[in-house]
T-cell receptor, first 115, second 115 residues
Framework: EAGVAQSPRYKIIEKRQSVAFWCNPISGHATLYWYQQILGQGPKLLIQ????????DSQLPKDRFSAERLKGVDSTLKIQPAKLEDSAVYLCASSSGQGARNEQFFGPGTRLTVL | GENVEQHPSTLSVQEGDSAVIKCTYSDSASNYFPWYKQELGKRPQLIIDIRSNVGEKKDQRIAVTLNKTAKHFSLHITETQPEDSAVYFCAASRFPSGSARQLTFGSGTQLTVLP
């Protein structure tokens, strides 16, 4: 099966600019996650969608970050305005939301550098 | 919320030796503990997982042990090979009723297998 797709793979912007990332999950996966992975750290959950509804966005800095999942498939994550500390890899993951294992499959990530 | 601590942050072993990575978690309700391997510049990939009703699980050269009382779990890699060199992340999760899993990741261990 095709994996989780993300674009762009790399993005360099100036602070205070805006940026958007796109994710296409594995076909049929109801649950979609966005993670922020700062260099040298583990992935940190930003937001979780179930179909097109938000399950948890408690760790999303809502003053500058927003995310949507229209039609319950693709998702976009936006940062506006960006800060230096937003430099990180943004990982998208999806899962079927069912079964005992309910494995999360990760995309290749978008590496964001804020100058 | 859940907090996962992982040690050591870096680990170097000679090829053929064993490697052990340890994690502790804080939420006694966590019941699922996956381990992910992330090679440089690539996506995290699930390598093994264990559920709270099991004390140990093996898959070829990889094993995971879980001590629920002490709230810690460990990854054991035997007969290490150069291709085992990567960052390894542990994670802990509950499976809330009616919702898909959320993972809390440790900070990662950079394993280097020296030829």
């Amino acid at each position: 099966e095709a994996g989780v797709a993300q674009s762009p793979r790399y993005k360099i912007i100036e602070k205070r600019q805006s940026v958007a990332f796109w994710c296409n999950p594995i076909s049929g996966h109801a649950t979609l996650y966005w993670y922020q992975q700062i260099l040298g750290q583990g992935p940190k959950l930003l937001i979780q969608f179930q179909n097109n509804g938000v399950v948890d966005d408690s760790q999303l800095p809502k003053d500058r970050f927003s995310a949507e999942r229209l039609k319950g498939v693709d998702s976009t994550l936006k940062i506006q305005p960006a800060k230096l500390e937003d430099s990180a890899v943004y990982l998208c993951a999806s899962s079927s939301g069912q079964g005992a294992r309910n494995e999360q499959f990760f995309g290749p990530g978008t590496r964001l550098t804020v100058l | 919320g859940e907090n996962v601590e992982q040690h050591p942050s870096t680990l170097s072993v000679q090829e053929g030796d064993s490697a052990v990575i340890k994690c502790t978690y804080s939420d006694s309700a966590s019941n699922y503990f996956p381990w992910y391997k992330q090679e440089l510049g690539k996506r995290p990939q699930l390598i093994i997982d264990i559920r709270s009703n099991v004390g140990e699980k093996k898959d070829q050269r990889i094993a995971v042990t879980l001590n629920k009382t002490a709230k810690h779990f460990s990854l054991h890699i035997t007969e290490t090979q150069p291709e085992d060199s990567a960052v390894y992340f542990c994670a802990a999760s509950r499976f809330p009723s009616g919702s898909a899993r959320q993972l809390t990741f440790g900070s990662g261990t950079q394993l280097t297998v020296l030829p």
